[in-house]
């Protein structure tokens, strides 16, 4: 193992990492062992990327190219979100890009998974955990009244 080089040189290996690979998704444990395997003491590690745990995520996020298009629900689909509010709330939160086409497929996979028809309250339990852990306050804030149809939501 390497003597201790203290903090800076691990931060700016981790720098360097995420800013080589821009597009790609920065997971803890890989960089973790990435920097084990270089030789920084474990401890230091986890100090480090605790530090630099926001820069990580935010840099890391996956950009996907997202052709905007609506998405029509399959027959199986249609029948268990029937539910007019729910639908046009689910459409509102996409066409104001409040949610990815990944999270719009989560949502709509969780969705179908309740028994019987989907409600209002469904979809918001759904929306709460899909993007509790993704959004800071303001946007989380942004998205929900969005979704509870508040005018001056986007102003």
Not at 75 to 97: D, G, H, M, T, W
Request: proline share 4%.
């Amino acid at each position: 193992m390497k003597q201790s080089e203290g903090l800076g040189e691990i931060i700016a290996v981790i720098m360097n990492e995420v800013e080589q690979h821009p597009n790609k998704p920065h997971m803890e444990a890989s960089l973790r062992s990435y920097l084990v395997r270089k030789g920084f003491k474990p401890e230091d590690v986890v100090f480090a990327l605790y530090m630099l745990r926001n820069h990580i995520e935010e840099s890391s996020t996956c950009t996907l190219t997202d052709p905007g298009a609506i998405r029509q629900f399959i027959p199986y689909e249609a029948n268990k979100i029937r539910n007019p509010e729910v639908r046009s709330a689910l459409a509102r939160l996409e066409l104001y890009k409040l949610i990815s086409s990944l999270e719009r497929e989560l949502i709509i996979e969780r969705l179908v998974q309740f028994d019987g028809e989907i409600t209002f309250f469904d979809l918001e339990f759904v929306v709460t955990w899909v993007i509790a852990g993704t959004r800071n306050v303001d946007a989380a804030n942004t998205t929900f009244s969005v979704l509870h149809r508040d005018a001056d939501a986007l102003n």
